[in-house]
């Protein structure tokens, strides 16, 4: 009797605790795929989720891009995710350096610059996986599409290569300073590439989330990956939530699958089977866009899809990608006449649309016109 009490004075402790989550996701093989239960419930929906920080702004993936869309109002900040030489976690889009950092203008790694098949594509440049920690301090952030976004090369030169560990630090400083709840998304990029380079990235960031106390699906975090076997694996050793990336070209397979010799594409997993074996172990699916309202021959937004009442029916949450106000990004019916790269179209228009679907969440370049478009939480 008295060991009775005992476990059932625990079981209270835990609940009171808030071990509810914790419980409930440990019943879903640690993570919450196929949960109805809203993790994002105290924040405004659908959520914003600011693309490699307010990118359309400032050079992505810095630590000014990141404390910008904080400001417009995003619910979370998105890192892309890579490794250094020395095993460290830096916010890059590419394991590829020259498109976003000045390392060019360092004479003294010129003779790092090489060539190699990274996800079966031939990629001439610097990579990270050939710096230190170090040495990628010594490297200043430039804008990634000098010609649509003129305006953010003002600040190149401005900002260093964040480490994961520096966004976590500034997204928990903010969650002081604006006094609510900051989230944030990163990507695991080349998982298959870096695995093989045996600095496989995916237990690194789980230790270092779980250090910093992003342990639980309730915490304001999602893993996200193109990949499939990866997203299984992190499955089983955290309850963090996944999102299970599907990209544009639907003929297309993620990589983990191409090197395992599957024919697995990303067509399939738009299905209503693909997305109920999705659910096994992800929480959210991000699609392109298109898998939710296509465009016609002539450019132009067709119908809404399936997608979204198909990925509901399993419990999952759909947060496509990625939506931007410049021209070239719009479809023909939005964009203004202004020849020009960098004009910007009618970009409340997309966005209203694809609210309309029922979309849980979006990826944007510039977040403050997706909040404003949005609206006030309810």
């Given at each position: 009797m008295?060991?009775?009490?005992?476990?059932?004075?625990?079981?209270?402790?835990?609940?009171?605790?808030?071990?509810?989550?914790?419980?409930?996701a440990?019943?879903?093989?640690?993570?919450?795929?196929?949960?109805?239960?809203?993790?994002?419930?105290?924040?405004?929906?659908?959520?914003?989720?600011?693309h490699?920080?307010?990118s359309?702004?400032?050079?992505?993936?810095?630590?000014?891009?990141y404390?910008?869309?904080?400001?417009?109002?995003?619910?979370?900040?998105?890192?892309?995710?890579?490794?250094?030489?020395?095993?460290h976690?830096?916010?890059?889009?590419?394991?590829?350096?020259?498109?976003t950092?000045?390392?060019a203008e360092?004479?003294?790694?010129?003779?790092?610059?090489?060539t190699?098949?990274?996800?079966?594509?031939?990629?001439?440049?610097?990579?990270?996986?050939?710096?230190?920690?170090?040495?990628?301090?010594?490297?200043?952030?430039?804008?990634?599409?000098p010609?649509?976004?003129?305006?953010?090369?003002?600040?190149?030169?401005?900002?260093?290569?964040?480490?994961m560990?520096?966004?976590?630090?500034?997204?928990?400083?903010?969650?002081?300073?604006?006094?609510?709840?900051?989230?944030?998304?990163?990507?695991?990029?080349?998982?298959?590439?870096?695995?093989?380079?045996?600095l496989?990235?995916?237990?690194?960031?789980?230790?270092?989330?779980?250090?910093?106390?992003?342990?639980?699906?309730?915490?304001?975090?999602?893993?996200?990956?193109?990949?499939v076997?990866?997203?299984?694996e992190?499955?089983?050793i955290?309850?963090i939530?996944l999102?299970?990336?599907?990209?544009?070209?639907?003929?297309?397979?993620?990589?983990?699958?191409v090197?395992?010799?599957?024919?697995?594409?990303?067509?399939?997993?738009?299905?209503?089977?693909?997305?109920?074996?999705?659910a096994?172990?992800?929480?959210?699916?991000?699609?392109?866009?298109?898998?939710?309202?296509?465009?016609?021959?002539n450019?132009?937004l067709?119908?809404?899809?399936?997608?979204?009442?198909?990925?509901?029916?399993?419990?999952?949450?759909?947060?496509?990608?990625?939506?931007?106000a410049?021209?070239?990004?719009?479809?023909?019916?939005?964009?203004s006449?202004?020849?020009?790269?960098s004009?910007?179209?009618?970009?409340?228009?997309?966005?209203?649309?694809?609210?309309?679907?029922?979309?849980?969440?979006?990826?944007?370049?510039?977040p403050?016109?997706?909040?404003?478009?949005?609206?006030?939480?309810?």
């Amino acid at each position: 009797m008295r060991g009775r009490v005992i476990a059932l004075w625990l079981l209270l402790g835990v609940l009171c605790a808030g071990g509810i989550t914790a419980i409930l996701a440990f019943t879903l093989n640690r993570n919450p795929g196929s949960s109805s239960i809203d993790y994002d419930a105290d924040f405004c929906q659908p959520l914003i989720i600011a693309h490699r920080g307010a990118s359309g702004y400032v050079p992505e993936h810095t630590l000014g891009a990141y404390a910008l869309a904080v400001a417009m109002g995003s619910e979370y900040i998105e890192p892309d995710v890579v490794m250094t030489k020395d095993g460290h976690l830096i916010a890059r889009h590419d394991n590829e350096l020259g498109l976003t950092t000045d390392v060019a203008e360092h004479p003294q790694f010129a003779t790092r610059y090489r060539t190699q098949y990274v996800d079966g594509t031939l990629v001439r440049g610097w990579f990270t996986e050939d710096f230190t920690l170090a040495e990628i301090k010594m490297l200043r952030a430039i804008e990634r599409i000098p010609e649509i976004r003129p305006g953010n090369v003002r600040m190149d030169g401005s900002f260093e290569i964040p480490t994961m560990q520096e966004i976590i630090d500034l997204a928990k400083g903010m969650e002081i300073s604006y006094g609510r709840r900051i989230g944030i998304y990163p990507e695991i990029k080349h998982s298959t590439h870096f695995q093989h380079l045996d600095l496989a990235m995916e237990k690194p960031l789980v230790d270092l989330l779980h250090e910093n106390g992003y342990t639980g699906p309730e915490a304001p975090i999602y893993i996200q990956s193109f990949e499939v076997s990866n997203l299984k694996e992190l499955s089983q050793i955290t309850g963090i939530r996944l999102i299970q990336l599907l990209g544009g070209r639907k003929t297309a397979q993620p990589y983990d699958q191409v090197q395992l010799g599957s024919d697995l594409t990303y067509g399939d997993m738009a299905t209503p089977e693909g997305l109920r074996d999705i659910a096994r172990y992800a929480y959210a699916v991000g699609p392109e866009k298109s898998y939710i309202i296509p465009r016609d021959e002539n450019n132009r937004l067709g119908q809404p899809t399936s997608f979204v009442r198909d990925a509901h029916a399993v419990n999952l949450k759909v947060h496509p990608y990625t939506f931007r106000a410049e021209n070239l990004y719009l479809p023909a019916e939005l964009q203004s006449d202004d020849p020009s790269p960098s004009a910007i179209g009618n970009f409340r228009g997309e966005l209203k649309a694809f609210l309309s679907t029922g979309i849980d969440g979006m990826f944007s370049d510039q977040p403050d016109i997706s909040v404003q478009v949005r609206g006030p939480c309810e």
